[in-house]
């Protein structure tokens, strides 16, 4: 920043800034309560990290062939 920013201007970046901030933070928050809820027991990310940590070759091939599948229609 330089000197010759008013006040006003200094004041509308902190206010901007503190408003992302809370955004971000807010978004975080809700991004982790649903990676918890997934890991749950029964749900979604419980079964795929069950699957991978069995079968962690097999899990690497078939998110491969759906990346190259996926591709493909692109």
């Known amino acids: 920043m330089t000197d010759d920013q008013t006040p006003s201007e200094t004041e509308q970046l902190s206010d901007v ?5 809370e955004t971000v933070k807010s978004a975080a928050s809700t991004i ?4 918890e809820e997934g890991r749950k027991p029964g749900n979604s990310l419980d079964t795929l990290s069950k699957v991978v940590r069995q079968a962690p ?4 091939v078939v998110a491969f062939l759906v990346g190259r599948a996926s591709k493909r229609r692109w």
């Open 57 to 60: 070759l097999a899990a690497l």
């Open 32 to 35: 982790k309560g649903v990676i």
């Open 17 to 21: 800034t503190s408003t992302v901030t």
